[in-house]
């Protein structure tokens, strides 16, 4: 019977290619405690590959630093905004290769399934998220504070760290199930 490990740490990634919000946070039973959270923000200045680099050096950092033995990232969603996909897409290949070289356990979430793990509704707006976020943590005074001054791609990672905390142990259960 496979079931999920009992010492996980999770990276929340909200992806992009001016900011990408983390996470970090361990589980304990089925809450996520939050360790620390930032925004990698590429300098504009910066050539494109530069900026790619920016993302996968600091998200090597973050990984070295915490050790975590789970990811959870945004899938792509676009609407309206077609003329940032491209490098989106491509920023999202660097984070993803970072994960792999550091044999971090990859997870993919839509906006709706994180919207609905994080309040029950899936036509939740981002003021809902963040009020439900802040809400579900337990955090000491000094990381609420740091919380509530991070830009909202932050508060989004987050949110996808802990919808994945919310929805693993069905993805368990279905490796199981998958695996027999």
């Known amino acids: 019977m496979i079931s999920p490990p009992s010492d996980v740490t999770i990276l929340g990634i909200d992806p992009g290619y001016d900011r990408i919000g983390w996470s970090v946070g361990q589980v304990a039973g089925n809450q996520l405690m939050l360790v620390d ?3 990698i923000l590429t300098d ?10 920016q993302i996968y050096e600091q998200l090597g950092g ?16 676009f609407s309206k905004n077609v003329s940032t996909a ?8 660097v984070i993803m290769t970072a994960l792999f070289q550091n044999k971090v356990k990859f997870f ?11 309040t029950g509704n899936g036509r939740a707006d981002k003021r809902a998220i963040q009020q439900m976020v802040l809400l579900q943590l337990r955090l000491s005074a000094e990381l609420k504070q740091k919380v509530s001054s991070q830009l909202d ?22 490796t199981e199930t998958s695996s027999k």
Not at 86 to 93: C, D, F, H, T, Y
Not at 153 to 174: E, F, G, M, S, V
């Open 37 to 39: 959270c930032g925004c």
């Open 44 to 53: 504009k200045k910066l050539t494109k590959v530069a900026r790619y680099q």
């Open 62 to 77: 973050i990984v070295a630093k915490f050790l975590p033995t789970e990811a959870a990232v945004e899938s792509l969603f």
């Open 86 to 93: 491209l490098p989106v897409s491509e920023a999202r290949g």
């Open 108 to 118: 993919e979430y839509t906006p709706n399934q994180i919207k609905v793990a994080v």
């Open 153 to 174: 791609d932050t508060l989004d990672a987050i949110a996808i760290a802990i919808a994945h905390t919310a929805l693993r142990p069905k993805l368990w259960k279905q």
